[in-house]
């Protein structure tokens, strides 16, 4: 199932609520960079279902109801908004089997969610590079990668993405937001450079004076 359908609730982004998808606010480029894209990271996942793929049973029948594995109960955790204790159930579910790309993805989400955007880029590159064809985590990398400053690989992840599922507004309204909180953070380096550079003419013109030789001062 496709993680990128459906609805979802801005809280904190400013967002409204659309049919057939998400949509970032434009308000994300006014905010402070890294601290609206980790807000973006946190809420996400939280404010509706995300799409998985349902693990067939296994074992043998029994009038009991099936337990759930680590993968389901950090998943049902993860879309309940339990990020903490959704990430104790998908990192055993990945040391179960670290094949498990899904489990990685979800671990990857949880972590971003929870605000640990180094750890959550790490998973989510390998699965980007182990699914190139998997838009979500392209996706899912962006945001991460625009949480922790580097708009520029976020930029190119978004732009893989769109290559790959060009109908979906919401990421390509992402694409957008990047390059407009990319534009905002150069011009404001801009700025402090140009004010360091007016403070070092100033301190220069400034004159300096020497305290007097005891000599003098006798």
């Not at 459906?6 to 049919?19: K, N, Q, R, S, T």
């Not at 750890?119 to 699965?127: F, G, H």
């Not at 990668?145 to 993405?161: I, K, M, S, V, Y």
Request: charged letters at 25%; a positive charge.
């Amino acid at each position: 199932m496709g993680r990128l359908n459906g609805g979802v609730i801005w809280l904190l982004l400013g967002a409204a609520l659309i049919g057939g998808g998400w949509r970032l606010s434009g308000a994300i480029g006014a905010q402070s960079g890294a601290a609206a894209w980790a807000a973006w990271a946190a809420t996400a996942g939280c404010a509706r279902a995300l799409g998985r793929r349902r693990r067939a049973g296994r074992g043998t029948r029994t009038s009991l109801p099936p337990r759930e594995t680590p993968y389901e109960t950090g998943y049902r955790l993860l879309r309940d908004g339990r990020c903490e204790r959704a990430v104790t159930h998908l990192e055993e579910a990945v040391r179960a089997d670290a094949d498990d790309l899904d489990a990685r993805y979800y671990l990857g989400v949880a972590l971003a969610q929870c605000g640990r955007h180094g750890e959550a880029e790490s998973l989510l590159a390998v699965v980007a590079e182990r699914r190139p064809l998997d838009a979500d985590a392209r996706f899912r990398l962006g945001i991460t990668l625009a949480a922790l400053g580097r708009h520029t690989e976020a930029a190119a992840q978004f732009d893989e993405a769109l290559r790959l599922r060009p109908q979906l507004a919401d990421v390509a309204a992402a694409r957008a937001a990047v390059s407009d909180t990319a534009r905002a953070a150069a011009a404001a380096a801009a700025r402090r450079r140009a004010d360091e550079a007016a403070h070092a003419a100033s301190d220069a013109r400034r004159p300096r004076f020497l305290p007097a030789r005891e000599a003098d001062a006798a």
